[in-house]
Nanobody
Framework: EVHLVESGGGTVQAGGSLRLSCVVG????????VGWFRQAPGKEREGIAS????????EYADSMKDRFIIFRDDAKNTVYLQLISLKLEDTAVYYC????????????????????WGQGTQVTVSS
């Protein structure tokens, strides 16, 4: 069974950094892409970045690329999201999600393109 589990959220002072983790399992031999999204109260879910398993291709949303870094550790079956220079408006629930690359190819895309989702982890940025 496919599963994704996020961790690493918490409360961080503005200007600080945080690293989120997404442990992925259940895909067997399929190449899959993992994306990070976030959703703040009253806001739509927005994409941050994605990374593919096949070749490590990454894509960032234009508004996110300066302060977010996505990378993976295949030995740990984990995809990370590094958040830097955090701002109050970064407060949100952060989700990781996945899809099989053979179905739609690599790329961040939209939330609707992702078939599997984690439960989310709360990031709160304080002043």
């Amino acid at each position: 069974e496919v599963h994704l589990v996020e961790s690493g959220g918490g409360t961080v002072q503005a200007g600080g950094s945080l690293r989120l983790s997404c442990v992925v399992g259940g895909f067997s031999n399929d190449d899959y892409a993992v994306g990070w999204f976030r959703q703040a109260p009253g806001k739509e879910r927005e994409g941050i970045a994605s990374i593919s398993r096949s070749d490590g291709f990454t894509e960032y949303a234009d508004s996110m690329k300066d302060r977010f870094i996505i990378f993976r550790d295949d030995a740990k079956n984990t995809v990370y999201l590094q958040l830097i220079s955090l701002k109050l408006e970064d407060t949100a629930v952060y989700y990781c999600a996945a899809y099989i690359e053979a179905i739609r190819g690599a790329g961040l895309g939209l939330p609707v393109h992702y078939d599997y989702w984690g439960q989310g982890t709360q990031v709160t940025v304080s002043s």
